[in-house]
């Protein structure tokens, strides 16, 4: 059985994956699902928001896939997926009781006991939301511990918004704060319109005790950047997920580095000051 073989072959390398079933799958876009993931072995699986699996489809390959579900939660994990190359693709032709491998988790996550007692702010664009909502589970589960949490969200249009049956818990929460807006509108389309650093001038936000997190495509979170500076934050105030050609996840390739930083180790989660002093750009 693949089971025994794996498990033997995993007593003697440590990077061999652990076995995972796929316990419930979710539609949240037509190229976008998400996975929840329960390990055979009954492993405790315990992560930093931010962090990240290396997960294998047998027979195909594997893909650095970021944690989205609450890490107050052992018994099982969630990652959401966009179908983007070979691997994703024979990831989305799997069905519910199917096995995947997992390694990790991987990277350093956010430093959230640092985060304790001030106000959060996210900015996500697309599936830059994903690695974010594990922050979000995070602060709704430790409401306490923190000020208040403000997420702006963007999306291409109304069709690629994600975690549509999240929304109406999370606005329940009276420590959280949504906006959302697209780029392009359908006709049913009731909301804000345009990019997602327009959003940043809908409400006044305090720069004192406030973190900012960001999480998207090259591009946007440049303007954002761009934004928020103009706003009164200072670089150390301002993180950024910065996922990008990871493969090993163990820091041996070389593929993910940014001048003598490795994303999959010293990141995926960066402060933007951080960043300014690496020789390479990262945008």
């Known amino acids: 059985m693949i089971l025994d073989r794996i498990l033997k072959k995993k007593i003697n390398n440590p990077l061999m994956p652990d076995l995972a079933k796929i ?33 294998s489809v047998f027979g195909i390959g594997e893909v650095p896939i970021s944690i989205c579900s609450s890490a107050f939660n052992n018994e099982f994990f969630e990652i959401t997926v966009r179908n983007v190359g070979s691997v994703t693709n024979a990831l989305f032709r799997l069905n519910e009781g199917d096995l995947v491998g997992v390694r990790g988790p991987y990277g350093n996550g956010y430093p959230m006991n640092e985060f304790k ?16 909502k594990s922050i979000i589970e995070y602060v709704i589960n430790s409401r306490n511990d923190f000020e208040s949490l403000t997420l702006f969200y963007g999306a291409k249009n109304p069709l690629d918004i994600v975690y549509k049956n999240e929304f ?13 807006t697209v780029d392009k509108p359908t006709p049913e389309w009731k909301g804000n319109v345009g990019v997602v650093t327009n959003l940043l001038n809908k409400i006044k936000m305090s720069k004192e005790n406030t973190v900012a997190v960001i999480c998207g495509p090259p591009i946007m979170m440049k303007f954002v950047i761009e934004k928020l500076k103009k706003l009164g934050f200072k670089d150390e105030q301002i993180y950024m997920s910065m996922e990008r050609m990871m493969q090993c996840g163990t820091g041996q390739c070389g593929h993910c580095n940014i001048g003598k930083k490795y994303v999959c180790k010293d990141g995926p989660i960066f402060r933007y000051d951080e960043l300014k002093e690496l020789t390479e750009k990262s945008w």
Request: proline share 5%; net charge positive; aromatic share 12%.
């Open 23 to 55: 316990e419930k799958i979710t539609q949240e876009t037509d190229t976008i699902k998400t996975f929840r993931l329960k390990f055979l072995n009954n492993k405790s699986f315990t992560f930093t928001p931010g962090q990240f699996i290396q997960l």
């Open 117 to 132: 007692y001030k106000n959060i702010v996210l900015v996500a664009g697309g599936v830059g939301l994903p690695p974010l």
């Open 168 to 180: 109406e818990r999370w606005d329940k929460e009276k420590l959280l704060q949504l906006l959302i």
